[in-house]
């Protein structure tokens, strides 16, 4: 069983505060060119903020980036995951759920967040290890077999 720790890089987590105008977030999100946000308020994981929630909660609405905080436009009912989570369990859950990034937590603590791409490599590595092992055992040649 692969534990979504062996994937997830420790600390690959970007986050904003709540208090944080819509804006702020936007230029991180765009400086470290990724497509979402860890949310908080204070230490703890309030919500995440997406580019998909820029699009319908702010500019779809006409709102003003630089006077909406992000608190009051983010995704609140998270789905996260725990490290010693399954990762094939955690792909299941984000199809499920019809998400594409998952905080993961240590405790109470947000420490990675991982995207379904993230999950996806690791899935294709097991596969290509299976069929490589599955390859090498129909085309074995046991030493003893009858030469032709």
């Known amino acids: 069983?692969?534990?979504?720790?062996?994937?997830?890089?420790?600390?690959?987590?970007?986050?904003?505060?709540?208090?944080?105008?819509v804006a702020g977030a936007v230029r991180t999100m765009a400086r470290e060119n990724i497509g979402i946000v860890a949310v908080l308020e204070d230490e703890r994981l309030a919500g995440v903020f997406s580019e998909r929630d820029l699009l319908q909660r702010v500019v779809a609405r006409g709102e003003d980036p630089e006077r909406v905080k992000v608190g009051d436009v983010m995704t609140r009912n998270l789905v996260?995951?725990?490290?010693?989570?399954?990762?094939?369990?955690?792909?299941?859950?984000?199809?499920?759920?019809?998400?594409?990034?998952l905080p993961v937590t240590r405790g109470d603590r947000v420490v990675s967040m991982l995207s379904i791409r993230d999950l996806m490599r690791s899935e294709m590595s097991r596969l290509e290890y299976e069929y490589r092992q599955i390859h090498e055992y129909i085309?074995?040649?046991s030493p003893e077999a009858p030469s032709r």
């Open 1 to 21: 069983m692969t534990m979504l720790r062996e994937i997830m890089r420790e600390g690959f987590l970007h986050a904003v505060q709540a208090s944080e105008s």
């Open 139 to 141: 085309h074995y040649v």
């Open 80 to 101: 996260t995951a725990q490290e010693t989570d399954d990762y094939r369990a955690a792909m299941q859950l984000m199809d499920e759920r019809n998400i594409r990034h």
